[in-house]
RNA sequence: GCGCCUUUAGCUCAGUGGUAGAGCGUUUCAUUGACAUUGAAAAGGUCGGAGGUUCGAUCCCUCCAAGGCGCACCA
């Protein structure tokens, strides 16, 4: 008989001394599990940002991977899952600057290294508390191999592929349209954007043509021009038809900016939309990405250089004219409205229609053009018979060397990967990687006029490599936080221990959310080929966002956060696991509750008792035990459902395989199985009782092993109470 | 505008070309026995609508409706 055990399931007692027990037998590492484990399982854990706690969300992830770690390290597999943390370059800014105001200060006119050391020591201090939430969660991670985005060996793989991309002219330097978000003072990349429907007004405006000496015109002396941005007027440098407009009259003549009086020239171009509008388009290169496109098409019919009217705040310069100059955007353009009301072709119509704006703060994206570093995505680079970084993504996964799960997100990447325009990967902020790039300002050579001084290495320079100069500055801008995170899978592995690159990639399975596939999946998809030659992973596994009850999302507004740590520690971290697995389905957002989870808390506390059933009533047999066939059935059934699991797993189906353990456990053992066996074990009939007794431990003793990936506390701490001597972790018991 | 997804029991969701499933909730009964964090049972669905393919459709195809989401330089 064991040691008294107390009626119900205590997590708390548990899961510390468990996880301890893990940790000390060093089977996290791969590289100290047993011989048999030999053939590797790679996932690399898709980074927390550590500006924060983990939520449900990241549990969520943790229990997934898990799952997968804890099952394929059963069936024999060398298991390596990678940990880290992402320094989440913008997202951080953005939390410590709200911080920062909230203590009533300001980041600015902060000296640079003072926020950037204050950003780290706030990241810092999130990514180890977020370390010891992972190990509450139950991660049977190698924290030996631990990564941060911002380690020196990890910025040496990062500074590595920019100056290859650079050499391959992948990557270049231009002056173009960018996104600018006058709140957060940086430039953001066309993913960082959001479309929100708004209502404005269209203004319709007379352009006067151009008075020629002894020519009158003869039908109309003016065109109409449609436009919602009437504070951008002063920036017109020309007036864009269509062909075929009823304005083609007017092509290769001048008309008069309303504003200004300037004279600027009407041309014709086929990106008009004829039926829009007027079908004349106001030509503003400097504040309209459309624009710009049309001006570079025109840059001979067009003289006049393009000239913006809005600063980096959002404010009309003094190239708006006097009236303008100083106004915010919105109240600019009332006023020009009303400078303009002389010009009106019509009234102002009510217009509908999609505005670009901040991700995280709404704020209306004010397109700017500035000099900025850029990704080519769908250009072949420099060296003979490379492909682009987007052929190399589709191919991969048009060829299935890369898998989806659920498969319909295949579509939604390919869909993406069709519309793709150069990448933006400068960002003004301080804290990220900083280009790897300097700037000579000597050029006393002719190839180092050609380069503009521009000095692209992985290593700070003391000299200009061209000129020999000694004028270098460093670039500004940091990496957009996409192209370092983009790099992980290689980079974790190449800046950790030797032969690790070697033996574990391409790693098996990415699992990570759908609302980063974008982002992440697919830049580490480019990334990974171009810089390996081998894709980064075998399966892309992509779970959903959590939400409540109500299919609400969460949040600290709506006050319908579940924390994870919270409920973990009151209804144990099995229970939570469990809930968030059975239910869900790849590619669908999980809906959790607090009733949810103490469902399954009552699942744990059946498993609890049903154990300690079996082992109270144990006792060391004698001979071999005679089983009815009743019994072989009962074998039979363990025999199937195991079956059953295992085929679930290796379609990573975690929750039917979750489902089927519990059904299993629940309702055949507990309610059919042990339930028949009391009166043979309470009888007389010795060798009976025994029989019933081994099958009870032996289905005790299964089940412990298929219950583990989801519920591997409750199942360690049974399995070592079970009889037999010594004991091994259940965690790298035979599956 | 282009594209993707969803629609199944009161709720949240699974699922299959052959008489519909789970959990929670509801109702009835039982029981201090490993577990009341329990057990036994019941009620409850023309599987969004209309066509089509098929011996047979909730499942495959077409159209429609409602909802969600992604992409997109129509001023």
């Given at each position: ?58 549990a969520l992830f943790v229990t997934l991977q898990d799952i997968m770690i ?247 310069t003094a190239e708006a004219g006097a009236d303008l100059a100083g106004l ?408």
């Amino acid at each position: 008989m064991q040691k008294e055990l107390p009626p119900a399931y205590e997590p708390k007692t548990v899961e510390e001394t468990i996880y301890a027990l893990w940790d000390r037998s060093g089977y996290f590492d791969p590289d100290n599990l047993p011989a048999r484990h030999k053939k590797p399982f790679t996932i690399i854990m898709p980074p927390p940002n550590a500006n924060g706690s983990l939520h449900i969300g990241h549990a969520l992830f943790v229990t997934l991977q898990d799952i997968m770690i804890r099952y394929q390290r059963m069936q024999g597999k060398k298991t390596l899952w990678l940990p880290g943390a992402d320094h989440a370059g913008f997202e951080t800014q953005v939390v410590y600057t709200k911080k920062l105001e909230k203590e009533g200060r300001s980041f600015w006119g902060m000296p640079r290294e003072q926020l950037y050391n204050e950003i780290k020591d706030f990241t810092l201090a999130n990514k180890k508390y977020m370390e010891g939430q992972l190990k509450k969660l139950g991660a049977s991670c190698d924290w030996s191999r631990e990564k941060f985005t911002l380690d020196d060996n990890i910025i040496d793989v990062v500074y590595q592929t920019f100056e290859q991309l650079y050499n391959d002219g992948l990557v270049y330097r231009a002056e173009k349209p960018v996104n600018w978000c006058t709140k957060h003072q940086t430039t953001l990349s066309e993913l960082e954007i959001k479309h929100e429907e708004k209502l404005d007004k269209l203004y319709y405006i007379k352009y006067q043509l151009q008075e020629v000496k002894g020519q009158m015109s003869k039908v109309k002396s003016y065109i109409e021009v449609a436009t919602t941005r009437p504070e951008t007027i002063p920036a017109d440098i020309a007036i864009a038809v269509h062909p075929k407009s009823k304005w083609s009259t007017f092509i290769g003549k001048n008309v008069l900016n309303p504003l200004t009086g300037t004279a600027i020239p009407v041309i014709a171009d086929a990106h008009v939309e004829l039926g829009f509008g007027t079908g004349a388009l106001k030509i503003t290169p400097y504040h309209d990405p459309a624009d710009f496109a049309i001006w570079q098409d025109h840059r001979t019919e067009i003289t006049a250089t393009p000239f913006s009217v809005i600063d980096q705040f959002g404010k009309l310069t003094a190239e708006a004219g006097a009236d303008l100059a100083g106004l915010k955007v919105v109240p600019a353009r009332e006023k020009s409205v009303e400078l303009l009301r002389p010009h009106f072709a019509k009234e102002p119509e009510a217009y509908q229609h999609q505005v670009a704006v901040c991700y995280k703060c709404n704020t209306t994206i004010e397109p700017r053009i500035m000099m900025q570093w850029f990704v080519k995505m769908t250009e072949k680079p420099a060296r003979k018979g490379q492909k682009s970084l987007r052929d190399l993504a589709v191919e991969a996964v048009k060829s299935k060397k890369i898998k989806f799960i659920p498969a319909r997100y295949e579509k939604v990447f390919m869909h993406w990967m069709k519309n793709l325009h150069d990448w933006n990967i400068s960002r003004q902020i301080v804290w990220g990687i900083r280009i790897p790039v300097w700037y000579c300002a000597d050029q006393r050579t002719a190839v180092c006029k050609e380069k503009e001084g521009v000095i692209v290495t992985t290593k700070q320079p003391t000299t200009c490599p061209h000129c020999g100069g000694t004028s270098l500055t460093q670039e500004q801008d940091v990496f957009d936080t996409w192209f370092s995170s983009g790099q992980w899978p290689f980079a974790t592995l190449m800046a950790n221990k030797p032969g690790d690159f070697k033996t574990y990639y391409p790693t098996d399975v990415m699992e990570t959310g759908w609302d980063i596939l974008f982002f992440w999946v697919a830049r580490m998809t480019m990334f990974g080929i171009y810089r390996t030659g081998k894709i980064p992973f075998r399966t892309v596994y992509l779970h959903g966002l959590v939400r409540d009850k109500e299919r609400q999302k969460m949040s600290k507004s709506k006050g319908n956060v579940i924390n994870p740590l919270e409920v973990a520690d009151q209804y144990g971290t099995d229970a939570v696991r469990m809930a968030l697995i059975i239910g869900t389905t790849a590619g669908n957002d999980p809906i959790i509750s607090e009733d949810k989870i103490r469902g399954y808390r009552n699942f744990a506390n059946k498993v609890w008792n049903a154990s300690r059933f079996v082992l109270m009533n144990h006792r060391e047999l004698s001979a071999k035990p005679k089983f009815t066939t009743e019994d072989k059935k009962s074998l039979k059934d363990l025999a199937a459902a195991k079956k059953k699991i295992t085929g679930y797993l290796n379609k990573y189906d975690f929750n039917h395989a979750a489902e089927t353990a519990y059904h299993y456990f629940w309702h055949t053992f507990a309610d059919k199985v042990i339930e028949q066996s009391k009166e043979r074990i309470k009888s007389d009939n010795a060798a009976d009782a025994a029989a019933a007794q081994a099958v009870l431990l032996e289905i005790i003793s299964e089940s412990m092993k298929f219950l583990h990936p989801f519920m591997p506390f409750i199942t360690e701490q049974i399995w070592q109470m079970l009889p037999g001597d010594p004991r091994g972790l259940l965690m790298v018991e035979k599956w």
